[in-house]
């Protein structure tokens, strides 16, 4: 029977409603859910294509102990034996949980709760540590508490957006396609985007501040001192509502003109201007992400941008404030829970006696934790020095993901114990796990996240159960209960649970702590079920609240005041003649995190097949690096290969590498291997934005590009990439060493029937070779070779796999890598939803179109999600460019 079922997107901290479409033929399609105030109906082109990656294939789904399946109370058993066994022999501090943003509240909150009152541990992290620990200490040093003020619609009210080391375009998309539908209903609008790089985003800009990574601090301190001269301040809410003034007055005070210019890299001019429109605008936005939060001075950057809002009274107002774009679907929830070391529930404070107390009546726990426990980076560091001897890695990858990553998977592989919950069986994490537990996955598991605006949607299932797999909150709970803990662990479900933690949060809380959803304790499972997406606070008595904080002041310190705090530029990362450069990370459009859910589409594949570095053109000309060519990546800490990528939106003196990739799909592709395990000294997050690295050139003798219908063996060359393609697999390669029969290599690593015979095309001058194996109509493998980067139509290419090759002359025309008439070359992949390229939307602009939305009449591509607008606009405008000239 076909059914459909709202629940929520599992990607970013948007939180996007999704209506799942369930057919009588088990078919799942997915739509934007346009009654979600999130998104109104928008998805982003990973959330259009979540159907693609809910498949079985490589899932995890039965207990395992040491690579052999096992019955579930064999593999329960012996993890709660284990940590019960570590503790008595080696303290509460020798087991540690690491969690995930992925997780749902309920999962988090029994995993919290575990630990922190039960075990009597805080050594409970999340990979949450890795992208807004910062903001979380920048708004409880500021406001007492971990507050977001503001909402969605502020961004839209705005004035005057500053995006501040966010690339919203492509890690934000829905948000990004509200701001810029803000902006074409008012033009007025003002966007300013802070960045080193010309991101997408950049292209939606008024102002682009290419400012020196890490230079922030100097920024904020500068706009500061320059509101206080101009007299944009309002005094009235600094008197009322706020200490501490003077001392942030004086340190900003002292950084002079000339070391502001130094510090930001920004020209005078430019600067003059974002302070005047700062000064001028009352409705002001400030939205801030990971080129914040990731840095060694993080925590101050936060409250730089907190300073300036208080200090002018607009924060908390429509279309007013500081805001922080989090990057998970659940960090926030994982916060409301206490999921950080240094955090209890409910937004309470380890620190305080009160709230341990409180916490611990509640939970009726034998023990409560008094100090915080190891953060992210120090937990791992424990791990590899001995002081933690069993870890419990929960829906995350920390091999891949953590900076100094080599040294994070050394010691999570001579960790004596290693528990790992997860819905994929082979990660660069799971493969070292002594017991691996099949979690469920998006569209089986049933429960809550939280968004970046505070607010709580339901995730519901709408797929059978697959295999013995199970939710995380139970394995927890059962775990609990065989340590000892049976009353405490006794849930029934998801709702039982989501009870407990509204109940907790309501709690002898008399208004003096932010977080209360009393309002929604006591729900039945029906109601629990039909819980429609609303936004915290909501107690369960007292007045309506409005949707924002601190318009009125009313901030959680214990007085009720906010704090002002005095920030000073920190030592920035110094290059030398052997690191050079300055590394960046981040994320691409279209993958997210490790690729683990997103490497299983084609579709999403199609944009960005392989890990790639951008370098300015004046960089690359000196290092003898040009585009196609692959380049080392490489620091005091390790070494990653990937392909270059010559661009003028990458400033001089710097390299941009996505954080996606790893051992599953390419040979030497994590760049977190080269990140340093610096962190903020506050918030304890990696500052994985400001690397010294040295590039240089990666020598090989021939590169290659190849086609499989079947998944390769392990491929031996000295550099790979893999992605899926339709139909099959699409593989870049390239060697150090000539093989004495490449005809036997593509039989081996392609699995190639004897028999088969290829069709081959060889230029032994030129140092071309080209095979491909056909079996009737279909082509099941191919290989070219180049001592060149293998110039052929990669997307015309892969799309042979799919193709009917009855007709032998498309066989040679396949062998010649030349397009037909009847097949024309789509180009590299700009829409991703429906599949245009590069080529189609030049061939569209020198047929008349002019603007984005005559092409996506022409194409429809951009109307869908609308994340790949700006690249459309950036073709527009260069083919409108070469055209005049």
Known sequence: MEKEVRTTCPYCGVGCGVIAKLAEDGAVSVRGDPEHPSNFGRLCSKGSALAETIDLDGRVLYPEVSGQRVEWDTALDLVAQRFSQTIAEHGRGSVAFYVSGQLLTEDYYVANKLMKGFIGSANIDTNSRLCMSSSVAGHRRAFGSDTVPGTYEDIELADLVVLAGSNLAWCHPVLYQRLAAAKIARPSMKIVVIDPRRTMTGDIADVHLAIRPDGDVALFMGLFAHLIAENAIDQNYIAEHTRGFGDAFDKSAALSWSELLHETGLPAMQLREFFRLFATTERVVTCYSQGVNQSASGTDKVNGIINCHLATGRIGRPGMGPFSLTGQPNAMGGREVGGLANMLAAHMEIENAADRDRVQRFWRSPDIVTTSGLKAVDMFKAIADGHIKAIWIMATNPAVSMPDANAVEAAIRACPFVVVSDVLASTDTTRHAHVLLPSLGWGEKDGTVTNSERRISRQRAFLEVPGEARADWWQLAEVGRRMGYTE????????????????????????????????????????????????????????????????????????????????????????????????????????????????????LSSHIAEPFAELHPSDAAEIGVVTADLVEISSRYGTAVVRALI??????????????????????????????????????????????????????????????????????????????????????????AAEADWISWCRTIFSIPEGIEPLGYVDAQAGVMRLAFFSGKRLLAALFLSCEPVAVARNWATAQLVADHTDLRKRFAFIAGRP???????????????????????????????????????????????????????????????AAE
């Not at 291997?673 to 304890?684: E, K």
């Not at 090989?700 to 393609?725: C, K, Q, T």
């Not at 569209?844 to 194409?859: D, H, Y």
């Not at 790949?868 to 460019?881: F, H, N, P, S, V």
Request: proline share 5%.
């Open 488 to 603: 405490a662990f006794h849930y029934s479900s998801s709702a039982s649970i989501f009870d407990e933690h509204a109940s907790l949060s309501a709690f002898e809380n008399d208004g003096t702590r932010d977080f209360d959803i009393g309002g929604y304790a006591g729900m039945d499972s029906s109601s629990y079920d039909n819980c429609q997406p609303f936004q915290w606070p909501q107690p369960k008595e007292g007045k309506a609240f409005g949707g924002r904080f601190f318009a009125q002041g009313g901030f959680y310190h214990t007085d009720g005041k906010a704090r002002f705090i005095p920030i000073t530029v920190a030592s920035r990362t110094q290059t030398d003649d052997r690191y050079p450069f300055i590394l960046n990370t981040g994320r691409v459009r279209d993958h997210w995190h490790t690729m683990t859910r997103t490497g299983k589409s084609a579709r």
């Open 820 to 882: 037909g008439a009847d097949q024309p070359d789509p180009g590299a992949t700009v829409c991703s939803c429906f599949g245009v390229g590069v080529n189609q939307i030049a061939a569209a602009v020198r047929s008349g179109c002019r603007n984005v939305q005559a092409i996506g009449k022409t194409l429809n591509a951009g109307t869908n999600c609308g994340s790949c607008r700006a690249e459309i606009k950036g073709i527009i405008d260069a083919c409108l460019t070469a």
């Open 647 to 736: 661009t003028e939106r990458q400033a001089r003196g710097s390299a941009f590498v996505p954080m996606h990739w790893n051992d599953q799909f390419t040979a030497k592709g994590r760049i977190d291997a080269v990140v340093a395990p610096r962190t903020d000294p506050i918030s304890g997050q990696p500052a994985s934005k400001n690397v010294a690295i040295a590039v240089r050139p990666f020598i090989v003798r021939h590169y290659g590009f190849a086609l499989s219908v079947s998944e390769p063996a392990s491929l031996n060359a000295a550099y790979w990439a893999i992605a899926r393609a339709n139909g099959g697999w699409r593989m870049e390669l390239a060697f150090d």
